[in-house]
């Protein structure tokens, strides 16, 4: 999971990997604003899972969908304690801890595809077999030799390509293989 440019903090990277154990996605609306998604190689895509909301009083919330992600056991882990630095600092009001505008009114997050029920589905097995013509006699008559030919056919029209795009006319040559010897 990744932390995209939706926060900037001085003298730190802007993307940070963190474990998010046993938690959900979340549907965010304005006025929050999302800071934390799943990224591109976990599922669901690119989902929020904190969001940062700021009112207008002064008062900032900060919404996890896993209470997990700042326990003893999960911040050693890759860089959730930078990511619980980081939203402390954001919720102290420090200076140096600022939301990118562009990315806070246009963040980079996928909408929520619904899953069938997998399991449900699974034990409602339908049949896919359907029953289709007879095959022929000669089964030569299946394979079509309209796809792929051993010709000379084509090769006029490939020499005035090599005329139009003003490219010399070479031999193929051979390229050796290379194969890995064991000692």
């Known amino acids: 999971k990744r932390v995209g440019d939706d926060v900037n903090v001085a003298g730190m990277s802007n993307d940070l990997v963190f474990v998010y154990p046993y938690g959900a996605t979340l549907s965010v609306q304005k006025p929050s604003i999302p800071v934390l998604s799943t990224g591109s190689v976990s599922y669901p895509l690119n989902r929020p899972v904190c969001a940062f909301c700021e009112l207008p009083s002064g008062g900032r919330l900060v919404v996890t969908g896993s209470c997990h992600l700042f326990e003893d056991h999960w911040l ?31 963040p980079d997050v996928n909408d929520y595809n619904f899953v069938p029920e997998v399991r449900s589905l699974s034990e409602r097995p ?58």
């Open 76 to 106: 050693p882990k890759e860089e959730n304690a930078t990511l619980q630095d980081i939203v402390f600092r954001w919720l102290l009001h420090d200076k140096d801890i600022v939301l990118n505008e562009i990315d806070a009114r246009n």
């Open 126 to 183: 339908k049949n896919c077999v359907q029953e289709s013509e007879e095959p022929p006699k000669d089964f030569r008559s299946l394979f079509t030799e309209d796809l792929f030919r051993f010709d000379m056919r084509l090769i006029p029209e490939t020499l005035a390509l090599y005329e139009q795009l003003n490219e010399k006319q070479k031999p193929l040559t051979l390229i050796e293989p290379e194969f890995e010897r064991p000692l």
